[in-house]
């Protein structure tokens, strides 16, 4: 199936599945054909064919993401109020992960990465 994200004011706010028959081939050529489908059932504004592979876009639709038009990409909704947005449309800590081995989880109200418990 493909996954279509509708963009408003640059933000991903729906998305919705159309059958492969309906598209008929593969991303690039599938994506007016299926706005057009989206169109004739009723449903308007912008709508771009996402990848859940990250074929391309860079990274699939999430709702509450952003749409980079410069860029063609998706970018994912900042999870922490203290990450910036790089040049690459990755958000990045205040501080790096640690290199050290272990499971390590971004603790947003001391801005530090803590390991998480060995199972």
């Known amino acids: 199936m493909a996954s279509f994200a509708k963009i408003e004011n640059g933000v991903v706010t729906q998305i919705i599945k159309v ?36 074929a391309f876009r860079k990274r699939e639709a999430q709702i ?3 749409y980079d038009a410069e860029k063609d990409e998706f970018v994912y909704a900042r999870d922490y109020d203290s990450w910036t ?9 205040p501080t790096p992960m640690p290199t050290s081995e272990g499971d390590w989880h971004w603790k947003e109200s001391e801005q530090a990465w803590v390991a998480l418990p060995s199972q």
């Open 64 to 66: 509450g993401g952003t």
């Open 85 to 93: 947005l790089d040049a690459n449309n990755d958000w990045q800590p």
């Open 19 to 54: 059958l492969d028959v309906v598209v008929g081939s593969e991303y690039p050529a599938s994506e007016p054909v299926g706005q057009a489908f989206i169109a004739s059932i009723g449903f308007d504004g912008e709508w771009l064919q996402t990848s859940f592979a990250a």
